[in-house]
């Protein structure tokens, strides 16, 4: 979400002008797709479908891989602006394969869910899969939520309200309203004021941002790593974009999960690839 650049703000900007209508500013906040998706095309090993029910009485369609009977971990991966569950189920499927349990939230309004979104209704969305979560595993679950680029600024504001366990994010920025020219940023409906969500969260929080990418720039990730609390982690990682490469950042998160888990954090991670770095507090 690059302040000068992100296609978001000059759109925006426009539909402000000519509209002056929340629902206009929100299409293009959301880049939304009601067709349904076949999750078949975009996993190896196909997860099982997962029905939730929000307090609005919606019934959103996600994804769910089982782990094993006696792992309390679950981790719940939330996707970004333009996306959708089969994005969400192709990266969160390298997040499988190691006891715990993966879920994939959907958001409504997105692929073949009923409903629109707004900020408010994204979070009370990631809600209702982390009540999902504690029904499926157990209420002794210790839930992890994961989320790329705007999945990101839901997984921060749901665990701003309800209790988890640790938050990880992949290039998520640091406010919306800045993102937008022109001052037209406190017209926006949707605020998503990521710095302020942080203040809230009582888990640890790993980011983990890349370098090249063009969306979120290193100078947001380091402004919202400032206001997380502790512990928490920054991993630099060089030459990335803003889409994550699940194969080597995969193997990260999971190990920020068990490093979590057992109050290691403030040596993760263990060992980073040549180049990479990260912060800790």
Same mark, same amino acid.
């Given at each position: 979400?690059?302040?000068?650049? %992100? ?7 426009? &539909? ?8 206009? =500013?929100?299409? !293009? ?14 996993? !190896?090993?196909?997860?099982?479908? *997962? ?13 769910? %891989? ?8 679950? *981790? ?6 333009? &996306? ?34 707004? !900020? ?7 809600? #209702?899969? =982390? ?52 001052? =037209? ?6 605020? %998503? ?38 512990? #928490?982690?920054? =991993? ?39 180049? %990479? &770095?990260?912060?800790?507090?």
């Amino acid at each position: 979400m690059r302040r000068i650049s %992100w296609p978001i703000g000059g759109m925006i900007a426009a &539909s402000l002008a000519l509209a002056g209508c929340a629902a206009t =500013v929100r299409d !293009q906040i959301y880049k939304a797709s009601a067709t349904p998706i076949d999750v078949t095309r975009y996993t !190896q090993q196909p997860p099982q479908p *997962l029905h939730v029910r929000t307090a609005d009485g919606l019934t959103l369609g996600g994804y769910y %891989w089982p782990g094993a009977a006696d792992d309390h971990d679950v *981790l719940i991966f939330f996707h970004g602006r333009g &996306s959708n569950q089969g994005v969400g189920a192709r990266y969160a499927e390298h997040l499988t394969g190691k006891g715990d349990h993966v879920i994939v939230v959907s958001y409504r309004g997105f692929g073949g869910n009923p409903g629109t979104p707004t !900020q408010a209704d994204l979070v009370a969305d990631g809600r #209702a899969f =982390v009540a999902k979560a504690r029904e499926l595993v157990g209420p002794d679950a210790h839930v992890f939520l994961v989320g790329h680029s705007l999945g990101g600024a839901v997984a921060l504001h749901v665990a701003a309200t309800t209790r988890v366990t640790g938050v990880v994010t992949l290039s998520t920025f640091d406010k919306l309203e800045e993102s937008a020219p022109g001052g =037209v940023g406190a017209l926006l409906p949707d605020k %998503w004021n990521n710095l302020d969500a942080a203040t809230k969260i009582h888990a640890p929080l790993v980011m983990i941002q890349g370098t090249a990418d063009d969306r979120v720039t290193m100078t947001q990730a380091t402004a919202l790593f400032g206001k997380a609390g502790h512990p #928490a982690a920054l =991993v630099n990682v060089p030459g990335a974009g803003h889409n994550p490469d699940m194969a080597s950042l995969g193997p990260l998160v999971s190990e920020a999960v068990a490093a979590i888990d057992s109050d290691a954090m403030a040596r993760y991670p263990t060992a980073l690839p040549a180049g %990479w &770095s990260v912060q800790n507090k």
